[in-house]
């Protein structure tokens, strides 16, 4: 049997792309070759149809496949009778099918191969089963002395077969990969330092509550504390600020966030952060929040996230609430006093005596739209 090569080295490799790990599966093939030597065959007196078996060979002794040659010395049907006909057989196998390739051959005088045919893929026999050539070769030319293939009246037939065996799988990893980058951790050490309030160099008193920070990661996330320690401030002169309009969770939450980029408890405090987060011009956490409210929209708070979102000029969010209230005024029976749903809600009755302007955008929304909707709005925000 071959042996399985090894795969490759990388060096050996092309200059493509280079996976970290690799499997490289050889269909492991044992071929073998048979000489079969048929006397005196001109006397072959067989009649159309009738066969000539050889013994069983196999590819050593420790192989329990066997297989034989069959010839038709006059062909196997009316189609063939001019022809010799040869197949391969497999007698005996242990196993349901094995997979094979054939090649077919008459040694000449001179023992050099001669009309050779082969399969052109391997083929599936189980026990009994046969593949050849039906028109292997022409009689008369066969038997025609002046083409050398019957010297001294014998036929020799050389036969070579390739048996697929079981697959192997080799399989490793690239030694030229083996460095792991680890993962960035950037946002929980920063997280930690907020955490720890290690090497703070201002505070922050929020409704009384004090919290350490440090003025440098404040102005590189906000715009509004870069100023505030930029310029000769107050803040920036006693490194103090105080915050009385923002409550010390949604303080903690949007720290939070501009230390680690990160806000779990968004969605419990979407409405109180929106608005901390357009006061610090924090824009990624304006759309996260802006998110959060779309998910939330309901027939009773629908109103209110319009005013929220016309008070902190959140686009998005405020295209979304309208979309939504036209909605539930066309949609659910396409008469306009459903629009009652809505506009009956404490909300929508507080936004018609103190935003009259939403009223009327909404209203202008609703006239220009130029077919029915086909459901509430929901789409993605774009984040900054």
């Given at each position: 049997m071959s042996r399985v090569p090894s795969p490759p080295p990388p060096a050996e490799m092309s200059s493509g792309p280079v996976a970290e790990s690799w499997c490289y599966t050889q269909i492991k093939v044992v071929k073998f070759s048979y000489m079969w030597t048929i006397n005196n065959f001109s006397f072959c007196r067989e009649e159309m149809g009738e066969v000539i078996k050889s013994s069983t060979f196999s590819s050593g002794a420790n192989d329990k496949l066997?297989?034989?040659?069959?010839?038709?010395?006059?062909?196997?049907?009316?189609?063939?009778?001019?022809?010799?006909?040869?197949?391969?057989?497999?007698?005996?196998?242990?196993?349901?099918?094995?997979?094979?390739?054939?090649k077919f051959s008459i040694l000449n005088a001179k023992g050099e191969e001669t009309k050779a045919m082969e399969s052109q893929r391997a083929y599936r026999f189980v026990q009994g089963k046969?593949?050849?050539?039906?028109?292997?070769?022409?009689?008369?030319?066969?038997?025609?002395?002046?083409?050398?293939?019957?010297p001294d009246?014998?036929?020799?037939?050389?036969?070579?077969?390739?048996?697929?065996?079981?697959?192997?799988?080799?399989?490793?990893?690239?030694?030229?990969?083996?460095?792991?980058?680890?993962?960035?951790?950037?946002?929980?050490?920063?997280?930690?330092?907020?955490?720890?309030?290690?090497?703070?160099?201002?505070?922050?008193?929020?409704?009384?509550?004090?919290?350490?920070?440090h003025k440098a990661i404040?102005?590189?996330?906000?715009?509004?504390?870069?100023?505030?320690?930029?310029?000769?401030?107050?803040?920036?002169?006693?490194?103090?600020?105080?915050?009385?309009?923002?409550?010390?969770?949604?303080?903690?939450?949007?720290?939070?966030?501009?230390?680690?980029?990160?806000?779990?408890?968004l969605d419990k405090m979407a409405d109180d952060l929106l608005a901390a987060a357009d006061k610090y011009a924090l824009e990624r956490l304006k759309v996260m929040c802006e998110d959060a409210l779309c998910t939330s929209l309901s027939v009773e708070n629908a109103a209110e996230i319009l005013i929220l979102a016309d008070l902190h000029s959140a686009d998005q969010l405020k295209t979304q609430a309208v979309d939504f209230i036209n909605y539930h005024v066309h949609h659910l029976t396409g008469k306009l006093h459903h629009a009652a749903e809505v506009m009956e809600t404490a909300g929508w009755k507080s936004m018609v005596a103190s935003h009259p302007h939403l009223v009327a955008e909404a209203y202008r929304s609703l006239a220009s739209a130029q077919c029915p909707f086909l459901g509430p709005p929901r789409k993605r925000l774009k984040q900054s």
């Amino acid at each position: 049997m071959s042996r399985v090569p090894s795969p490759p080295p990388p060096a050996e490799m092309s200059s493509g792309p280079v996976a970290e790990s690799w499997c490289y599966t050889q269909i492991k093939v044992v071929k073998f070759s048979y000489m079969w030597t048929i006397n005196n065959f001109s006397f072959c007196r067989e009649e159309m149809g009738e066969v000539i078996k050889s013994s069983t060979f196999s590819s050593g002794a420790n192989d329990k496949l066997k297989w034989c040659l069959r010839v038709n010395p006059k062909g196997l049907d009316e189609e063939s009778k001019d022809y010799l006909s040869l197949y391969l057989l497999l007698v005996s196998c242990p196993k349901a099918e094995v997979r094979a390739k054939f090649k077919f051959s008459i040694l000449n005088a001179k023992g050099e191969e001669t009309k050779a045919m082969e399969s052109q893929r391997a083929y599936r026999f189980v026990q009994g089963k046969d593949w050849g050539f039906k028109k292997f070769i022409r009689r008369d030319f066969l038997l025609d002395e002046a083409n050398g293939l019957l010297p001294d009246d014998k036929l020799t037939l050389f036969c070579e077969v390739s048996v697929v065996q079981d697959s192997v799988n080799i399989s490793g990893q690239n030694t030229m990969n083996m460095v792991k980058v680890p993962d960035c951790r950037l946002a929980d050490e920063l997280g930690g330092l907020w955490e720890n309030s290690r090497f703070t160099d201002c505070s922050l008193c929020v409704a009384g509550q004090e919290f350490q920070a440090h003025k440098a990661i404040l102005a590189a996330r906000s715009p509004v504390f870069s100023a505030m320690f930029e310029h000769e401030m107050e803040e920036s002169k006693k490194n103090r600020v105080e915050i009385n309009d923002v409550e010390p969770e949604v303080f903690k939450e949007m720290m939070c966030f501009i230390y680690t980029d990160k806000a779990p408890n968004l969605d419990k405090m979407a409405d109180d952060l929106l608005a901390a987060a357009d006061k610090y011009a924090l824009e990624r956490l304006k759309v996260m929040c802006e998110d959060a409210l779309c998910t939330s929209l309901s027939v009773e708070n629908a109103a209110e996230i319009l005013i929220l979102a016309d008070l902190h000029s959140a686009d998005q969010l405020k295209t979304q609430a309208v979309d939504f209230i036209n909605y539930h005024v066309h949609h659910l029976t396409g008469k306009l006093h459903h629009a009652a749903e809505v506009m009956e809600t404490a909300g929508w009755k507080s936004m018609v005596a103190s935003h009259p302007h939403l009223v009327a955008e909404a209203y202008r929304s609703l006239a220009s739209a130029q077919c029915p909707f086909l459901g509430p709005p929901r789409k993605r925000l774009k984040q900054s």
